[in-house]
């Protein structure tokens, strides 16, 4: 057992992989001698060499396309993409190349590349810095998106990342890079597309993901004083969703809030809340619930804490849930 | 000008074509056109260029005893005849779409022919005389045209990759493939040296990929030949609006050498391929190759040239067919006769025939099979929704029944 910040333990997870098989290698944007903008690559490239941890040139687009190639070729890249809302100029690459390789050759080619993005606001930064557009490559069938909320999680699901035969997101919950956790390397890893039931409750379920499940746990303690009993799932895994996990918990509670940091129009808390409406319609009170961002871009900084689902936000949602 | 009221076949706007349409004839912004095979037939013995302020021989690099232009031609004419039948294939509605190839058999059978089996191609979806080249069974091309599947082959198989049909989007698998050659290389020094080539068109050339691309691949001295066939036409849009300057030049701008060469002289573009691939694999960093030709064709058979251009342009280009000029030279020389090009024919036609029988063969694929395809790994929802679509087709099964 270790202490270790998210950041760290994606390191150190990520040297591990380094470490394990010979094939994996680091692509992006300031990754070697800077250890990346949130130092998560940080002294990699000086252990591993500028072969396996690659300072790209300055395209996203590139650093995709060329992963993909290195993966015919026997590879597993680990891309870092530097800013949520720069992983765009490799959008294309990403949707219509990398998330189809597997159909189009009828299944006999895999594509086992890995693309990490720092994502979600909080951080008080400037435009295109604090976006959250999972449900983008969710609603793209090929890939898998996964996104850690603790320092334990974030040590293994990367390691699980790179050797899952299938492409990955990896979503890093970029304002909780420095949130502390205790890290067991020796604990064989569980599921990665599987959620987590984090705190049990009987009265109602909050679906959270990433940066939100510190919010969504001190939603619950704050709920518990007024006499709720809430469950907390981390849903860890965007694509797959474990929707099983989701029902057998509503099943029990009748009630639904998912919160994520992202537009709920056309988002994942709408998927779930359709999923549990077919698969647990007669268990449910009230409606399911969503809170998250608005339709709108990410606002300025100054009032981002207005923007983004806080404890506030999820107990109001609640009380709604209650008073059905 | 009106551009609405300009006549569709044959328009009177022949002054702004050609202002949009510099012939950039040899010499002019200092890029020459290599050639040593001329549309009348006749042969250079040698072949020199310069490339990147050097002088280069380019003559060990050439290919030219009998026996392998014959077969060049051979290649080249089965090629044609392929695309003849896939054309005749899609009228008919056997195929739901074609790319034609006719006008760039040189440019790719000559690239083709330079590869040696462990260099890796990445197409874009016209490269049917390269996956000849690389043994790819013809009939496996027209799955994908057929709608049954979209790849159609083992890419590792014959090193020849999936067509890509998302303009440029291949050339950086082609560097990032390169890039792990060369990876492979040092770990292992006694692999065979390897490189791989990108094929693109003049229309792509504008595409961001291609961009990246050639910055991924200076900066890492990745061992990749990227090929341009120039065909003057991107579907309605002529490749002035793509450049102002030739193709070939713009790899100054990277740091690694550009050649151009007359894309319908096959032995030209194969020595130049050769040594391309060579300069590659030897660690030398990439090389553009532009292989300067015309799309004697449409587009697609969807397309409709007659709206676009000038029958005076395609004309002017018919002397220059890459075929015509070989079956000249072959002629002239005394290396093949009548009876080669009758048996040649023959050949061409039984291929015609057994094509026409393996397409109509092909059946759609169980849109179920499809499911297993998704992902490499289990993946819940994928069969969750399998589940439903086959319990919902079995739903079906007894219809009719108690009609």
Known sequence: MA??????????????????????????????????????????????????VVDSPLAESGIIGTAIGLALRGYRPICEIQFDGFVF??????????????????????????????????????????????????????LRIITPSNAQDAYWMIQQAVTCEDPVIVFEPKRRYWLKGEVDTSAPAGDPFSASVLRSGTDATVVAYGPLVPVALAAAAAAEEDGRSVEVIDLRSISPIDFDT??????????????????????????????????????????????????????????????LPDIDRILEALDRAFAY | MNSSRLPAAEFEVEEIVRATHPPYPDGEHGVETLQVLAPDGTMARSLGARIAGHTVDLSPYLAADADHLRSLYRDMFLIRRFDQESTALQR????????????????????????????????TYREHGVALTRGVELA?????????????????????????????????????????????????????????????????????????SMVFAASFDAPVVFFCQNNQWAISVPSSVQTKVPLAQRADGYGFPGVRVDGNDVVAVEAVTRWALEHARSGRGPVLIEAYTYRMSAHT?????????????????????????????????????????????????????????SVLSMTAPDLASRFAAVYAEPHPLVQEELRFFEQYQAGFADEGKHA
């Open chain 1, 246 to 307: 989701v029902t057998a918990s509503v099943t029990r509670t009748g009630r639904l809030i998912v919160a994520h940091e992202a537009p709920t129009f056309g988002g994942i808390g709408g998927e779930i809340a359709a999923r549990i409406s077919e698969r647990a319609f007669l268990s449910l009170e009230a409606p399911v619930i969503r809170v998250g961002g608005f339709h709108m871009p990410y606002p300025v900084a100054r009032v981002e804490e207005q923007y």
């Open chain 2, 140 to 212: 496996e091309i027209l799955r994908l045209f057929r709608g049954v599947t979209n790849g159609g082959w083992d890419p590792r198989e014959r090193n020849f990759h999936l067509y890509t049909l998302v303009l440029a989007a291949q050339s950086l698998h082609a560097v990032g493939y390169a890039m792990g050659l060369q990876r492979d290389q040092l770990a292992d020094p006694t692999l065979p040296p390897a490189a791989s080539i990108a094929y693109f068109g003049d229309g792509a050339s504008s595409e961001g990929d291609i961009h990246e």
């Open chain 1, 89 to 142: 100029p490799g959008f294309n690459q990403i949707t219509t190349q990398l998330a189809k390789l597997r159909t189009r050759s009828d299944g006999m080619l895999s594509a086992p590349v890995v693309i990490r993005i720092p994502y979600g606001g909080g951080i008080g930064s400037v435009e295109h810095h604090s976006e959250s557009p999972e449900a983008l490559f969710a609603h793209t069938a090929g």
């Open chain 2, 92 to 123: 008919q509605g056997q195929l739901a779409l074609w790319v034609p190839l006719t006008g760039q058999e040189a440019a790719q059978i000559g690239s083709g022919r330079a590869l040696a089996p462990q260099d890796y191609a990445f197409p």
């Open chain 2, 301 to 357: 058979t969807a397309d409709d040239p007659s709206k676009y251009r000038l029958s005076r342009d395609e004309q002017e280009w018919q002397p220059r067919d890459p075929l015509v000029r070989l079956e000249t030279y072959l002629r002239l020389a005394g290396l093949a006769g009548d009876d080669f090009f009758d048996d040649l024919g023959t050949e061409a036609a039984t291929m015609a025939v057994e094509l026409r029988r």
């Open chain 1, 3 to 52: 202490t270790m910040t998210i950041a760290k333990a994606i390191n150190e997870g990520l040297r591990a992989s380094l470490e394990n098989d010979p094939k994996t290698l680091l692509m992006g944007e300031d990754i070697g001698e800077l250890g990346g903008v949130y130092r998560v690559t940080d002294g990699l490239k000086k252990d591993f060499g500028a072969l396996r």
